[in-house]
């Protein structure tokens, strides 16, 4: 069995960053599945389809035409790594993500990621859906105060004109959504609770190392 590695938790809870550094620490592949819903958002804004029926969006998210390539990720031959990652794409991604025909969609191509030697999957539903036989869950989490603050510092580094109010509303509402969606709703239950609201990325990234390798010797 391929070992796997999940890390789900709400919006900028650093689940990115550290689930990429624990797949470095590891040498085991790493799965955006956000990227995923935000390639769905952006392709079907760029269609004219953002306001479409949950078939029309289905449909698009099956035959994505999308590449993961090194760092770049692609959208129909375009390099879309920064595009997929605005505010108002994460916001479509989060509504679009409500449809039961995006999710089952996407699931396969979720799945085509696990290989050998190993995998750390970030997400909403990675623990519960997508890998339920993954050998370590965690959920990340931190305060609503410390992820808007860091969502803020993110955008201002990048150049994006904000006001923190925006950021804790923006916030606030994609929670609201990803935590009470009917399908495959973010839910802490049957993974290990991690609070980084007072750790820095090390520390959170040896804790899970340090879980993984506590479970990793009792499957072996
Ligand atoms: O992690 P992120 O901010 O890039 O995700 C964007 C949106 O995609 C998120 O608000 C909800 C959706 N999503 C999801 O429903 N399930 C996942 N496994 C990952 C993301």
Redesign the pocket.
Known sequence: MIPVITI?GP??SG??TVAQCVAQRLGFHYL???????LT?LAAARQGLAGASEEVVGRLAAQLPVAFVGNDIYLAGDVVTEA??TEE???L??R???FPAV?SA?LER?RDFLCLPGLV??????GS??FPQALLKVFLTATPEVRAQRRFNQLISKGVDVIMADVVRDLRD?DE??RT?AV?P?DPAGALTLDTSALSIDQAVAQILAWYSVNARHEG
């Open positions: 789900d919006s900028a689940k990115g955006d599945s956000g990227a995923l819903y935000r958002a997929i990652r794409c994460g916001r991604a989060s679009l993500s409500a999710r996407l979720q999957a970030d997400g909403r539903d990675m859906v997508v994609r959504r990803d969606r495959a973010l």
